[in-house]
């Protein structure tokens, strides 16, 4: 059974920095896109960062750049979000997401599996 389970939010006020780490429990049928997206209170998901399963490539939100560094672990089934000038407007749950191929920024549901959530809020 595939999973994927996030961790590392919390709570950290305005400027500060949060790191979380999603882990895929096992290898797709084919090399793995892996993303995050997220959704703040009484708005709809939005996509924040993609990388692919070597981890060389990438792609983020305009929103994040150059705030946040999406990477992958030693172990390609771990992936990181080091978020940093953490904003109140970066308030969300975040979701880690994967799909074997390519995945796309722009329809989320296309995503074949997500992880449960992991809070992040940020204080003014």
């Known amino acids: 059974q595939v999973q994927l389970v996030e961790s590392g939010g919390g709570l950290v006020q305005a400027g500060g920095s949060l790191r979380l780490s999603c882990v895929l429990s096992?290898?797709?049928?084919?090399?793995?896109?892996m993303a995050w997206f997220r959704q703040g209170p009484g708005k709809e998901r939005e996509f924040v960062s993609l990388i692919d399963w070597s981890g060389s490539s990438t792609d983020y939100a305009d929103a994040v750049k150059g705030r946040f560094t999406i990477s992958k672990g030693n172990s390609r089934f771990t992936m990181y979000l080091q978020m940093n000038n953490l904003r109140p407007e970066d308030t969300a749950v975040y979701y880690c997401?994967?799909?074997?191929?390519?995945?796309?920024?722009?329809?989320?549901?296309?995503?074949?599996?997500w992880g449960q959530g992991t809070q992040v809020t940020v204080s003014s």
């Open positions: 096992t290898r797709l049928i084919s090399d793995t896109t």
């Open positions: 997401a994967a799909v074997p191929g390519t995945g796309s920024r722009f329809a989320s549901g296309s995503w074949n599996y």
